[in-house]
């Protein structure tokens, strides 16, 4: 019984994460707050792969799944923006960058609905957590990116997430490399680019998290669930037409 709540667990991780993070945006240690982000997007990460491991996915996971992603890839990434690059537009940088939840918000909606076999395939328009991530990782640049440039960005992801573009999924195909690697490797080679810098003083506290929960990212990569690397094929063997021939004749 207390198998199908171990990716839960994961799910909650990624919901608290998501939360843990705005109390360190309001307190201006970016640092930590998108490390928390990108925690919740590896637990994201894990959470399904883990729960089709036990085989024991559900309907409640998939809902649960949902609500953690609308506040960690939604709200948090959001909020994360409001306060890098919408931070001297005032009220109506809060309003420009509450946008963003709203539209993940709807491609969320959508995607409960999407009959499993579709979702195998492709998904309609970019995940959440995708969009969520790229925006995370776009405002450790706050300073470097022009401020338009990052509208055309964010407003660009939001279009993205309610369009109906295909995009392949990797499931059906047994595809080993879990989702979004690429953008967290590219985020952790630059935390420790930061943490080489200063000499590997102040360390953020959740790094050393980040670490140990991408370790348990890589084992799942070659981790291999209990099916034949080969289907086996069962041959129906028929006796030839010629003993039926035979036999009729004879009666």
Known sequence: MMKKHVPNLFTFGNLFCGFLSIPYIIHD????AT????????????????ARILGVSNAIGKELDSL????????APSF???QTYFYDLGMTGIIMSGLFPLFGAYRLARFNITSTEDSLKHFKGIPITLA????????LFVGSIPLWVFILLFYGLCFFMVSRVKIPSLKKLGVPLPKYSVLITLFLFYMFYLVSKSRFENVPAFFYVALCIYLL?????????KEPKFAIRRR????PKRLFKKKNKKH
Do not use: H
Not at 217 to 225: A, M, S, T
């Open 217 to 225: 990212f890589i084992i799942l990569r070659y981790f291999k669930e």
């Open 68 to 75: 953690a992603d609308i506040v960690s890839f939604g709200v």
């Open 29 to 32: 240690d970016l640092r930590n």
């Open 35 to 50: 490390i928390l982000i990108f925690i919740a997007i590896m637990l994201d990460a894990v959470d399904g792969r883990i």
């Open 236 to 239: 129906n063997f028929r006796l």
């Open 132 to 139: 969520g991530g790229i925006v995370t990782f776009l405002t």
């Open 80 to 82: 994360l923006a409001a």
